[in-house]
């Protein structure tokens, strides 16, 4: 399952990610045009969905987030390929801020597990505002 996105996911949206995924998803984040795909199977193929829509390949990271614990590793095979990264794969610190921004904007708040609806709640007119992105 792959969904893409250019605004905030909704408290719906957030319970039915609850339900489809395990504990991890991978997600490919484009920081400059703040786009985001996301699924449980491969990176790369969350990265064809962002270059499909004319994200450039050096705009593009992969990450693994744990949606129990919040925790987001940023070393995706992805990311050895962007001309941007270390050869290492290793993501300067200015990267990470902007990826997790980014994954701050959709999200609103990491883990989503352990919020209670009241802290879920995202309002409909706010998912189209643009608060990072």
């Not at 941007?84 to 597990?113: A, D, Q, R, W």
Request: charged share 30%.
């Amino acid at each position: 399952m792959q969904i893409y996105k250019r605004v905030r996911f909704t408290k719906k949206e957030l319970q039915q990610l609850r339900q489809n995924f395990e504990d991890y998803i991978w997600a490919a984040v484009d920081p400059r045009k703040c786009v985001i795909s996301i699924g449980d199977e491969y990176l790369a193929d969350l990265r064809d969905v962002l270059l499909v829509r004319h994200c450039q390949p050096e705009n593009i990271y992969g990450v693994g987030m744990d949606l129990k614990t919040g925790e987001i590793n940023y070393v995706a095979q992805v990311n050895r390929r962007n001309p941007t990264v270390n050869p290492n794969g290793e993501l300067s610190l200015e990267s990470k801020e902007n990826i997790k921004h980014t994954l701050h904007y959709f999200f609103e708040k990491l883990p989503i597990y352990n919020l209670t609806d009241e802290e879920n709640k995202v309002e409909e007119s706010s998912s189209t505002a643009a608060a990072f992105c």
